[in-house]
């Protein structure tokens, strides 16, 4: 049975309170979980409660950078297979090609329009749980 992926539990990490709201509206609005952390100690916090499916994160923050924040999870061998979406001001090519280069699933410019960014939500998921599903029917030991 396929797991429905408006289900997910996405956590958004930005310090900005206004991402925050507009992304919890819309995606709630899908029946998605939304979880939210502004920073670093935060967003490790936060996935320690709930893991969730995906993460929203955004590059440039106080304290410590989103790629450093990437670089954790992707180094965590407990973390690494949670999808993360950069979506960040910072919109040059050399940006993204970091940000893609550091792990991130896929990286996204602000200002996004919502419907855009909410279907390539639903599609890294669909991906994501498709993947898992596969990965599953070959690790099946054969009689």
Known sequence: MMMNTHNARILVVDDEP?????????????????????????AFRAIDINRPDLIIL????????GLNILEQIRN??????ILVLIVSARDEQADRLEGLSHGADDYVSKPFHLRSLVR???????KSVEKKTSEK?????QQ
Do not use: C, W
């Open 76 to 81: 965590d061998e407990n973390l690494r297979d």
């Open 58 to 65: 955004d590059l440039m923050m106080p304290a410590t950078s």
């Open 120 to 126: 390539k939500i639903e599609h890294m998921l669909e």
């Open 18 to 42: 206004d991402v925050h709201v507009l992304l919890e509206k819309m995606l709630g609005s899908q029946g998605y979980t939304v979880d939210a952390a502004y920073g670093a100690d935060e």
């Open 137 to 141: 029917i070959t690790s099946i030991p």
